[in-house]
């Protein structure tokens, strides 16, 4: 049995797959540039204050709903709330395993 093996193409491999040779899809546009300065800090930043503003809205339904105000529906500011708590008890965990990280590395040996 003569046995003969066809080189690899990566190229026909990529395009059979739906994709260009950089990864996306084909007809996607290019891969958005990197944001220069995007670090931890600013992530968390931003995710606080996305927290706050979330906080924020709840308490203003609550207090359009008890004003009576009849564009405030009770479904809006239940989920309005459930979207807060949600937001400050993911933050709250974060905040947790950030000291935890903090404790664990100052109590190394060097």
């Known amino acids: 049995m003569d046995l003969k093996l066809k080189p690899f193409d990566f190229n026909q491999a990529v395009a059979r797959a739906g994709l260009r040779p950089d990864g996306l899809p084909i007809g996607q546009a290019t891969r958005p540039a990197a944001t220069e300065g995007a670090n931890f800090r600013d992530a968390m930043t ?27 529906s009770l479904e809006q500011v ?3 709330g459930e979207k807060a708590k949600l937001g400050f008890t993911a933050a709250i965990g974060v905040r947790n395993r950030l000291v935890s990280a903090y404790s664990e590395i100052m109590n190394m040996q060097v």
Do not use: D, G, H
């Open 46 to 72: 931003e995710a606080l204050k996305s927290v706050s503003n979330t906080q924020t809205e709840a308490t203003r339904l609550q207090r359009e709903f008890t004003m009576e105000n009849p564009n405030v």
């Open 78 to 80: 239940m989920i309005a």
